[in-house]
């Protein structure tokens, strides 16, 4: 059974910088696995931050970003908000199904 | 705009079934799939399958292989997923959620709460 791991809770500070990553069981991840980003905050349903590793939908703020760092997708916040308290969840990409991490709750503090 | 508009909330004995919609508006119907997405009180996101509403094939994940069933109403933009054998621990909240082909997801429906409780 394929396993997508995030680190269960970050904190950081308001204004700094702050790495979420996901990683796949199976080894490392490319963009083959097309990482989606979700961010979800308390009684709402969650909304994409990124797609297909790096990019942006209209709505995603230009402080969020996506890539691939040492095997892992990894999503940054730099100039992390107040409002960015949530919970972040990973989605990968298995061949026709579709696996999600286990979220990482980040806290601004 | 776009918008996934999901039907409403649920409650359901063990062993029942349940079906969840979710009306698409908005753009072409067929020019994405959808999928289904739920989240148990105080859980993670569990991807449960998709539909390709061009042709309605569908991909479930292992894990409701056999139980769940998705469909959809082209002449009303309407996908659906019916869950059956119901049991506590799928008491969740069901979203919708569209992704055009390649891994873009973007918008998703506002959630169905469904309750399993005797």
């Known amino acids: 059974q394929t396993v997508v791991t995030q680190e269960p809770s970050l904190t950081v500070s308001p204004g700094g910088t702050v790495t979420l990553t996901c990683a796949s069981s199976t080894g490392a991840v490319t963009s083959s696995y097309m990482p989606n980003w979700f961010q979800q905050k308390p009684g709402q349903a969650p909304r994409t931050l990124i797609y297909r590793t790096s990019n942006k939908h209209s709505w995603t703020p230009a402080r969020f970003s996506g890539s691939l760092l040492g095997g892992k997708a990894a999503l940054t916040l730099s100039g992390v908000q107040p409002e960015d308290e949530a919970e972040y969840h990973c989605l990968l990409y298995y061949g026709g199904a579709w696996v999600f991490g286990g979220g990482t709750k980040l806290t601004v503090l | 705009q776009v918008q996934l508009v999901q039907s409403g909330a649920e409650v359901k004995k063990p062993g029942a079934s349940v079906r969840v919609s979710c009306k698409a508006s908005?753009?072409?119907?067929?020019?994405?799939?959808m999928h289904w997405v739920r989240q148990a009180p105080g859980q993670g996101l569990e991807w449960m399958g998709m539909?390709?509403?061009?042709?309605?094939?569908?991909n479930y994940a292992q894990k409701f292989q056999g139980r769940v069933t998705m469909t959809r109403d082209t002449s009303t933009s309407t996908v659906y997923m019916d869950l059956s054998s119901l049991r506590s621990e799928d008491t969740a909240v069901y979203y919708c959620g569209r992704e055009k082909a390649g891994g873009t997801f973007d918008y998703r429906g506002q959630g169905t709460l469904v309750t399993v409780s005797s």
């Open positions: 539909i390709n509403p061009t042709d309605g094939n569908t």
């Open positions: 908005g753009y072409t119907f067929t020019t994405y799939y």
